[in-house]
T-cell receptor, first 115, second 113 residues
Framework: DTAVSQTPKYLVTQMGNDKSIKCEQN?????MYWYKQDSKKFLKIMFS???????INETVPNRFSPKSPDKAHLNLHINSLELGDSAVYFC??????????????FGPGTRLLVL | KNQVEQSPQSLIILEGKNCTLQ??????????LRWYKQDTGRGPVSLTI?????NTKSNGRYTATLDADTKQSSLHITASQLSDSASYIC????????????FGGGTRVLVKP
């Protein structure tokens, strides 16, 4: 009965490859997010979707493309992977429109290593 | 630029002892401040959330304080347990920024028996 799940948990790949990370939430939440946690452990938001619509798109290279087939899923596709993309990627969800007071529930993270 | 700084970066305490973690922020205009606990290999989990009018909030053995004037917060862990070993992250939200949160780098706490 995992609330926010991500697959895969670990991803090791070569530079230049294209890869996808999947996220699903079974909380019935309307808003989903992707975060990147760098080596210094800072979490930075990348994207946010509310009911399948993009509402936050930070200055992320356009090699990163989120896709939300329905409000329970938010997948992250990364083209032409670079060494600097190595990080832990977290998916999260919150109940409504994503206001400042909403608690965000995080998935377990996907550890991406680009060689 | 909105920033959240935490100290210390890491600390080691003996089981049963207390400890206090610090958070300074420059996020403006301030909406609320959260403390998250992140176990190794897991995603962050919310512990407390406070607005500027709240000075203190508790969640079990965790007590958070907030001084909105000095833009400082602390998280006090009482009678630490081995399961408290984790990273504790201070997260601040600005008014009008919606769900864009500013995260601190966290304090890694190791509780030893």
């Amino acid at each position: 009965d995992t609330a926010v799940s991500q697959t895969p948990k670990y991803l090791v790949t070569q530079m230049g490859n294209d890869k996808s990370i999947k996220c699903e939430q079974n909380l019935g939440h309307d808003t989903m997010y992707w975060y990147k946690q760098d080596s210094k452990k800072f979490l930075k938001i990348m994207f946010s979707y509310n009911n399948k619509e993009l509402i936050i798109n930070e200055t992320v290279p356009n090699r990163f493309s989120p896709k939300s087939p329905d409000k329970a899923h938010l997948n992250l596709h990364i083209n032409s992977l670079e060494l600097g993309d190595s990080a832990v990627y977290f998916c999260a969800s919150s109940q409504d429109g994503g206001g400042a007071w909403e608690t965000q529930y995080f998935g377990p993270g996907t550890r991406l290593l680009v060689l | 630029k909105n920033q959240v700084e935490q100290s210390p970066q890491s600390l080691i305490i003996l089981e049963g002892k207390n400890c206090t973690l610090q958070c300074n922020y420059t996020v403006s205009p301030f909406s609320n401040l959260r403390w998250y606990k992140q176990d190794t290999g897991r995603g962050p989990v919310s512990l407390t959330i406070m607005t500027f009018s709240e000075n203190t909030k508790s969640n079990g053995r965790y007590t958070a304080t907030l001084d909105a004037d000095t833009k400082q917060s602390s998280l006090h862990i009482t009678a630490s347990q081995l399961s408290d070993s984790a990273s504790y992250i201070c997260v601040v939200s600005a008014k009008g920024a919606g769900n864009k949160l500013t995260f601190g780098g966290g304090t890694r706490v190791l509780v030893k028996p």
